[in-house]
């Protein structure tokens, strides 16, 4: 049932280490997100995927790489992990890409890097 | 670019009490408008938007919101708010660059 799921919920990890978080949406959406939220709780986009497509890449340091296998999913794969990678990661997916259409989210992933 | 500005970052308010979390974002053009709610430990979800249309929106839970075009506000108001109401609320913005922008989120408590 859920729309939109990510998992793992936590992660736990030290710094250097390679991590991946995995998103899935069962909404047949075709443009999926990553957002990072920080402390402070202020969101900021990261990535942006239309059918497979990268159509949006914000200034994010290149050891964030999304992968898309198809348009229901949307993982994040870190290298090399840093004490301020330590936020909370949302996936979320719309109907349609970046304008009108309502952003469904994920439940987040709680990253810290020790 | 878009920026999205809540002037206040928290905001306690009695419980039954009206309540009005303020947004005001940068640019003229058109843009589209949204409020997000973030429960505790949970993801966002959408109380409303504005695409175009009546000023005055009606969201989820009570919630609505009026569009301003000359002041470049989208304010969030609900005239009698609950405990349940206790969350973090996103004003975000999309502009016809295809540019998504959130602000910072202001933090509503409800006082018993």
């Known amino acids: 049932d859920t729309a939109v799921s990510q998992t793992p919920k936590y992660l736990v990890t030290q710094m250097g280490n390679d991590k991946s978080i995995k998103c899935e949406q069962n909404l047949g959406h075709d443009t999926m997100y990553w957002y990072k939220q920080d402390s402070k709780k202020f969101l900021k986009i990261m990535f942006s995927y239309n059918n497979k497509e990268l159509i949006i890449n914000e200034t994010v340091p290149n050891r964030f790489s999304p992968k898309s296998p198809d348009k229901a999913h949307l993982n994040l794969h870190i290298n090399s992990l840093e004490l301020g990678d330590s936020a909370v990661y949302f996936c979320?997916?719309?109907?349609?890409?970046?304008?009108?259409?309502?952003?469904?989210f994920g439940p987040g992933t709680r990253l810290t890097v020790t | 670019a878009q920026s999205v500005t809540q002037l206040d970052s928290q905001v306690p308010v009695f419980e039954e009490a009206p309540v009005e979390l303020r947004c005001n974002y940068s640019?003229?053009?058109?843009?589209?408008l949204f409020w997000y709610v973030q429960y505790p430990n949970q993801g966002l979800q959408l109380l409303l938007k504005?695409?175009?249309?009546?000023?005055l929106v009606k969201g989820i839970n009570g919630f609505e919101a009026e569009f301003n075009k000359s002041q470049t506000s989208f304010h969030l108001r609900k005239p009698s708010v609950h405990i349940s109401d206790t969350a973090e609320y996103f004003c975000?913005?999309?502009?016809?660059?295809?540019?998504?922008?959130f602000g910072t989120g202001t933090s509503l408590t409800v006082i018993p």
């Open positions: 975000a913005v999309s502009d016809i660059g295809n540019q998504f922008y």
């Open positions: 979320a997916s719309s109907q349609g890409g970046v304008g009108a259409y309502e952003q469904y």
């Open positions: 640019s003229s053009v058109s843009v589209y």
């Open positions: 504005y695409l175009s249309g009546s000023t």
